[in-house]
């Protein structure tokens, strides 16, 4: 499976960016999740979504202000960026679990398999 990100950008603080990922080659894991990452720190899962019900969890920081979705076809996922902070400049990496991911597991990085290359989200004050 590969994936592709995109939607990244440059914002003032208080704008809002949709993120886009596309499948191909096959399609989500049970869990597609958002993830970002800041040089020089520990990648930070952002949100997960389980694609057969819908159901969603996010990090406390973005709790409100982000929004992950699946597309109706079972090869797009989305982070609707929201309320931008300067805190949220990261690059941001989507992924695809295993199909047997558990939820206990879905929130850490490292039970997704297939990762996107990244999109870059820069926001100014």
């Known amino acids: 499976v590969q994936l592709q990100a995109s939607g990244g950008g440059q914002v003032q603080a208080g704008g809002s960016l949709r993120l886009s990922c596309a499948a191909s080659?096959?399609?989500?894991?049970?869990?597609a999740g958002w993830f970002r990452q800041v040089p020089g720190q520990e990648r930070e899962t952002v949100a997960v979504?389980?694609?057969?019900?819908?159901?969603?969890r996010y990090a406390e920081s973005v709790q409100g202000r982000f929004t992950i979705s699946r597309g109706k076809a079972e090869n797009t996922v989305y982070l609707q960026v929201s309320s931008l902070k300067p805190e949220d400049t990261a690059v941001y990496y989507c992924?695809?679990?295993?199909?047997?991911?558990?939820?206990?597991?879905?929130?850490?990085?490292?039970?997704?398999?297939?990762w996107g290359q990244g999109t870059l989200v820069t926001v100014s004050s």
């Open positions: 979504i389980k694609w057969s019900d819908g159901s969603t």
């Open positions: 992924a695809s679990s295993r199909t047997s991911t558990i939820l206990s597991a879905s929130f850490y990085a490292e039970n997704y398999v297939y």
């Open positions: 080659g096959g399609t989500f894991g049970r869990y």
